[in-house]
C-alpha cells in the first residue's frame, strides 16, 4: 500500500531537501535531450540570426560612413565652390572698379577734349567777329573821315578810289603809330586801340 509505503521510507533531516536518484537520472536525460536540441538547431540558427544581425549593423555603420564621407567630401566642395565664387566675385568688382576708373578717365578727357573744341571754337568767333566790327569801324570811320576831310578841304572827295586811298592810308598811319603803344601797353591794351 502506498501509504505504508511511505511510512516506511520515512525520511528525515537533510535528505528532505535531496530529490531521489531517479529524480537526478530523469532530470539529466531531459536536460541533455534538450540541450542536443538547443546545440543542434536552436543555436545554430540564433548564431546566424545574431551574424545576420551583425552584418546589417556593420553594413549600417559602413553605410552610415560612406555617407557621412560623402557629406563632408560635399561640404568641401560646396566650401570650395564659396571659396571660388568669393574670388570671381572679388575679380569681378576689381574688374568693375578698373572699369569704372577707365570710363571715368575717359569721360574726363572727352569733356577736357569737347572743352577745349569750345574755347577754340568761341576764340575763333570771337576773332570773326573783331575783323567784322574792324572792317566795320574802317567803313564808318572812312565814310566819316572822307566827310570831314571834304568840309575842311572845300571839295568834293567822292570818287570812291581816291576815297578808299585816303582812308587806307589814313588808317594804316593811325595803325602805325598805336603799334609801338600797344606793343609796349600788352595784349590786353591793343583791342581798344584798334577800335
Known amino acids: 500500500m502506498p501509504g505504508t509505503l511511505l511510512a516506511d521510507e520515512a525520511v528525515s533531516g537533510i535528505e528532505v531537501f535531496l ?86 578717365t575717359e569721360a574726363k578727357a572727352k569733356a577736357q577734349t569737347e572743352a577745349q573744341r569750345i574755347v577754340e571754337n568761341a576764340h575763333r568767333q570771337i576773332e570773326a567777329e573783331r575783323q567784322s566790327a574792324v572792317v566795320s569801324l574802317r567803313a564808318d570811320i572812312g565814310s566819316l573821315a572822307t566827310e570831314l576831310a571834304s568840309r575842311i578841304v572845300g571839295e568834293s572827295l567822292a570818287d570812291d578810289a581816291r576815297q578808299s586811298r585816303l582812308v587806307d592810308r589814313f588808317l594804316d598811319e593811325l595803325d602805325a603809330s598805336t603799334a609801338p603803344t600797344a606793343a609796349t601797353a600788352g595784349p590786353t591794351d591793343q583791342r581798344p586801340t584798334e577800335g
Not at 29 to 40: C, S
Not at 54 to 61: P, R, S
Open 19 to 104: 530529490p531521489a536518484s531517479y529524480d537526478i537520472v530523469g532530470s539529466l536525460i531531459v536536460t541533455a535531450i534538450l540541450a542536443f536540441f538547443f546545440f543542434k538547431y536552436l543555436m545554430p540558427k540564433m548564431t546566424a540570426l545574431l551574424d545576420e544581425r551583425a552584418a546589417k549593423i556593420e553594413g549600417g555603420i559602413e553605410h552610415a560612413a560612406k555617407v557621412q564621407a560623402e557629406a563632408e567630401a560635399a561640404k568641401a566642395e560646396r566650401d570650395a565652390e564659396l571659396v571660388a565664387a568669393r574670388q570671381e566675385a572679388a575679380r569681378i568688382r576689381e574688374g568693375a572698379t578698373g572699369e569704372g576708373a577707365e570710363i571715368v
